[in-house]
């Protein structure tokens, strides 16, 4: 008999059970998306503690950063298969777990060497995890209208993180010192997987792994990430610079041919038979040169030139945080109403108008000016990478996200990872680090342009045949 004055509470329903699903699959997927981003920016203010503490020269601070980039990049590709393969639950479970104990193994490293080899691991757990976290939303959320705006809200979770990132780093280090910004991933990582237990099981498919492509992938990105590092310590002419490239177009040749005569490729060739893919592709790659390059540069620049601390750098980044974290979760709202190819051209034009006017600056310039000229960087963002990333997602079937993911991701990493290589070496030059940010600003700037004049070709929304149905 019910006690009197209680009431039973109603079970929840198949429609209260997938709103929960949905709200955690897409928490899950942004505090991954988050520490996987704040991993790749935060490093930078902390580079010359790092370089104090542990010792090291130019070409070893970028190999703090790009060992965990080129890991990332390296195995983005194959990560979006294996998502498609064992399911986006399962693969971000495992990536996350890789990633926070690799971050405790950061923060532990007794030197630069161990730091290297700890940041490699981080990349390979980041790697796995990425292509997931779209996955995540693109199994979950079936309207198009509704992707668009939960691809918004984790495009936040990026934004903020890579926004932060210096202020962070810049906080944690000069209070407490570099090792925090590692730790910082543990508990983070730990609520991640937490909420990962209140999502739904994903599909997977029984398809045999494409291990000679993915070997291919890595000794193609390895090969040129490690040539165009040491290049910048040895020359270009040094022997092992040399075999290093050698080996990056023999990867680059015998991934191609691989995938093309595979049947069960890492990377199916006919995704690039849309222009949409082909230009997501190189948008990736140009805003993540201009992103996370120019933090790197000016991390530096603000430290060893301008005698500012870790803090104080972290804060001349706040205007390029504010606005890519405020304008980032309206941005959906916003390009329902201006359509996808008037704000993918618009962030382009506003981030190359900043890093334009950043190269033409005297050398006496004040710090808030050139905080100010950042600011334009923060605001191409949001006008970006949400658009594009819908847009591909839109173009793709759902069993292909993980790899169309992975495919965009890549080219996003490898943007980030070569904009790493090539301004660190034009900083170590022999011109000096002061002539080193202009000619990476005037890179930068020509690659945004060059990319700004494909963005009409963007075609219509049509998803790309598959050869697996």
Same mark, same amino acid.
């Given at each position: 008999m019910p006690t009197t004055g209680s009431?039973?509470?109603?079970?929840? *329903?198949?429609?209260?059970?997938? +709103?929960?699903?949905?709200?955690?699959?897409?928490?899950?997927?942004?505090?991954?998306?988050?520490?996987?981003?704040?991993?790749?920016?935060?490093?930078?203010?902390? @580079?010359? /503690?790092? +370089?104090?503490? !542990?010792?090291?020269?130019?070409?070893?601070?970028?190999?703090?950063?790009?060992?965990?980039?080129?890991?990332?990049?390296? @195995?983005?590709?194959?990560?979006?298969?294996?998502?498609?393969?064992? *399911?986006?639950? +399962?693969?971000?479970?495992?990536?996350?777990?890789?990633?926070?104990?690799?971050?405790?193994?950061?923060?532990? /490293?007794?030197?630069?060497?161990?730091?290297v080899w700890a940041r490699f691991v981080q990349g390979v757990g980041a790697a796995v995890m990425m292509p997931a976290t779209l996955a995540l939303i693109r199994e979950t959320y079936d309207d198009p209208a509704e992707r668009a705006r939960a691809i918004a809200v984790w495009a936040m979770g990026g934004a903020a993180a890579a926004s932060s990132g210096p202020l962070v780093g810049g906080v944690l280090t000069g209070v407490w010192g570099w090792p925090l910004i590692f730790f910082l991933n543990v508990p983070v990582g730990a609520a991640a997987l937490l909420l990962l237990v209140g999502t739904a099981p994903s599909p997977h498919r029984k398809v045999p792994f494409d291990w000679a492509g993915q070997v291919a992938a890595v000794a193609a990105m390895g090969g040129l990430t490690y040539g165009v590092i040491e290049a910048g310590a040895e020359g270009f002419t040094a022997p092992r610079v040399l075999v290093a490239f050698a080996v990056a177009v023999a990867g680059a040749a015998a991934f191609l041919l691989v995938e093309a005569r595979a049947a069960h490729p890492m990377v199916p060739l006919e995704l690039f038979r849309n222009r949409s893919v082909v230009i997501a592709v190189a948008l990736g790659f140009t805003f993540m040169v201009a992103f996370y390059g120019l933090p790197f540069l000016y991390s530096l620049y603000f430290q060893q030139l301008r005698g500012l601390s870790p803090m104080a750098t972290g804060l001349a980044f706040v205007p390029m945080l504010a606005v890519a974290s405020l304008l980032t979760p309206v941005v959906a709202r916003l390009v329902e109403r201006i359509g996808r190819r008037v704000s993918i051209t618009a962030g382009l034009l506003v981030m190359g108008a900043g890093v334009a006017a950043l190269a033409i600056l005297p050398e006496t310039a004040p710090v808030w000016l050139i905080a100010v000229l950042l600011f334009p960087v923060g605001l191409g963002g949001p006008l970006i990478m949400p658009p594009i990333t819908a847009h591909l997602l839109d173009g793709v079937p759902a069993h292909r996200a993980g790899v169309a993911g992975g495919i965009l991701n890549s080219a996003r990493q490898v943007g980030g990872a070569l904009a790493v290589a090539v301004f660190g070496a034009l900083l170590a030059g022999p011109a000096g @680090?002061?002539?080193?940010?202009?000619? /990476? !600003?005037?890179?930068?700037?020509?690659? !945004? !342009?060059?990319?700004?004049?494909?963005?009409? @070709?963007?075609?219509?929304?049509?998803?790309?045949?598959?050869?697996?149905?």
């Open positions: 009431r039973a509470r109603p079970a929840a *329903g198949p429609a209260d059970r997938g +709103r929960r699903r949905r709200t955690a699959a897409l928490a899950a997927a942004v505090a991954g998306f988050f520490v996987i981003t704040l991993d790749a920016t935060v490093v930078n203010v902390a @580079l010359p /503690s790092i +370089r104090g503490d !542990l010792g090291g020269g130019m070409t070893g601070l970028q190999w703090v950063v790009d060992g965990y980039t080129l890991m990332f990049a390296a @195995l983005l590709l194959s990560a979006g298969a294996l998502t498609d393969r064992i *399911g986006a639950r +399962r693969a971000f479970g495992l990536g996350l777990a890789v990633f926070v104990l690799a971050s405790a193994a950061c923060g532990l /490293s007794p030197g630069l060497g161990a730091l @680090l002061a002539a080193g940010v202009r000619t /990476s !600003l005037i890179i930068t700037c020509v690659l !945004l !342009l060059a990319t700004t004049a494909a963005t009409p @070709l963007l075609a219509g929304h049509r998803q790309v045949p598959s050869r697996e149905s």
